[in-house]
């Protein structure tokens, strides 16, 4: 018979073991394993945007206004003058007006993508810590076609990526409001060998690419187009993989002042799939400045103690580790795959 400290200790560990996450390579919200994760509150208070991101690809959260309208004076105030409304409205092109990383000047725009509301949402669904790498203000429609974001950053593990846009006045109906298809985050990333493409001086190294794709899938998966029209305050969360875009402006006289955060979560590399060959051939890896420093994101992912890995990388080729590693070559294994997952942390060389 055991005594009762033995078996209250037993009973602890099969509780640690029952609530530990076997898949830590997989954001939370994407894991097959959400509904036991669900089962056993690892997503606390944040539960209702787990679900829907997990479900749907995207959640919608409500902020506090009077919080955020201290951040959207200021932002639109001080942006204002930096774009020419009077020649946009009178234009008829689909040109967007935006401000890429304003945060590094703007006190008000970094602090907004630093909310720790935002931060601690990110990492509770996540499962990892997030860091706000880049920045994009608005003060009107985009009229952009949709798209996934991850074909401009991407990271490996794949899936922790994810945007927030954030309303900063009311949106109307006719101002060119943000559009999203609920589900596509489940749809395959794309590389350019999906789409028969590589890397090229006469490819456009734009999202071009990948309408008629993207399109097609959304016509043979039967996705059904939504538009957020939000009050000051809100704000959408979406999946790394959500296609989503601008819709057209009806009325060029109204603003949609907005703020869209991207953010990267540690311990992942991260890299530009519309400029890489992914994963046979050269490889656009980012080094992503975080916004919470104004420095260059250190490499986190345990066993790498050398940042200097990331620069080398730059020279790696799949023909020259399966030369210098047969055991790999002999395995069959993809030497990219084999590369991230083992051979940075045996000190492979290339």
């Not at 401000?99 to 990492?123: F, G, M, T, Y």
């Not at 809100?234 to 999946?239: D, H, R």
């Not at 656009?284 to 990331?310: C, E, F, N, Q, S």
Request: charged share 20%.
């Amino acid at each position: 018979m055991k005594d009762a400290a033995a078996s209250s200790e037993q009973e602890q560990g099969a509780s640690a073991h029952s609530t530990r996450n076997l898949l830590p390579g997989l954001p939370l919200v994407d894991s097959p394993l959400f509904p036991t994760l669900r089962s056993k509150g690892a997503f606390g208070q944040y539960l209702a945007a787990a679900e829907s991101l997990h479900n749907k690809g995207y959640a919608i959260v409500d902020l506090d206004e009077s919080t955020i309208a201290t951040f959207a004076e200021p932002i639109c105030s001080s942006l204002k003058p930096c774009f020419d409304l009077a020649a946009w409205r009178h234009s008829t092109d689909h040109h967007s007006l935006r401000i890429q990383d304003a945060w590094k000047n703007e006190a008000s725009v970094r602090h907004l993508a630093l909310l720790p509301e935002i931060l601690d949402l990110l990492e509770t669904v996540y499962g990892r810590k997030p860091f706000a790498f880049q920045t994009l203000n608005f003060p009107v429609g985009t009229q952009q076609h949709f798209h996934s974001d991850a074909v401009h950053f991407h990271s490996e593990p794949a899936g922790f990526m994810c945007g927030v846009w954030i309303a900063l006045e009311d949106i109307h109906s006719d101002s060119g409001p943000l559009e999203y298809f609920p589900c596509s985050h489940r749809l395959p990333y794309l590389q350019l060998r999906d789409i028969g493409k590589q890397v090229s001086d006469d490819l456009p190294a734009t999202q071009e690419i990948f309408h008629a794709v993207w399109q097609a899938m959304v016509r043979s998966e039967g996705l059904q187009k939504l538009t957020f029209t939000p009050r000051r305050g809100q704000a959408l969360i979406w999946a790394a993989n959500l296609l989503h875009g601008g819709a057209a402006v009806r009325d060029r006289g109204l603003t949609r002042w907005s703020q869209v955060t991207h953010y990267f979560f540690e311990n992942c590399l991260h890299y530009t799939p519309l400029h890489s060959d992914w994963p046979w051939g050269s490889i656009a890896w980012r080094r992503p400045l975080d916004a919470a420093t104004g420095a260059i994101r250190p490499v986190t992912i345990p066993d790498w103690k050398d940042d200097a890995l990331i620069a080398r990388l730059a020279d790696f080729t799949p023909e020259n580790y399966l030369t210098v590693n047969p055991d790999v070559k002999a395995a069959g294994v993809n030497p990219w795959v084999h590369l991230l997952r083992h051979g940075l942390r045996e000190r492979r060389s290339w």
